[in-house]
């Protein structure tokens, strides 16, 4: 995958985690939880496809969005 097809790919999964998970006032559904959590883990996967303050911010998504993961699971 090239650089500008990552990017790409990066920006959807954090549409999607901000809209799902952090945007969304209605609790995700266990579909959509597990699309959150495939979009994490691809983040995770592939941060290091950005360089200094990129990676910073991609490693800030990917905690919070864990964190929110966890506070929803637990309900």
Same mark, same amino acid.
């Given at each position: 995958m090239q650089k500008k097809e #990552? !990017? $790409? =790919?990066?920006? @959807? @999964? +954090?549409? #999607?985690?901000n809209d799902k998970l952090f945007n969304n006032k209605n609790i995700p559904t266990p579909e959509e939880l597990i699309e959150i959590r495939e979009a994490v883990t691809f983040l995770h996967d592939h941060k290091y496809g950005f360089r200094e303050q990129g990676l910073?911010? =991609? $490693? !800030? +998504?990917?905690l919070e969005a864990k964190e929110k993961l966890e506070e929803l699971e637990s309900l």
């Open positions: #990552l !990017y $790409e =790919v990066f920006g @959807k @999964k +954090i549409a #999607l985690i910073n911010q =991609v $490693e !800030y +998504i990917i």
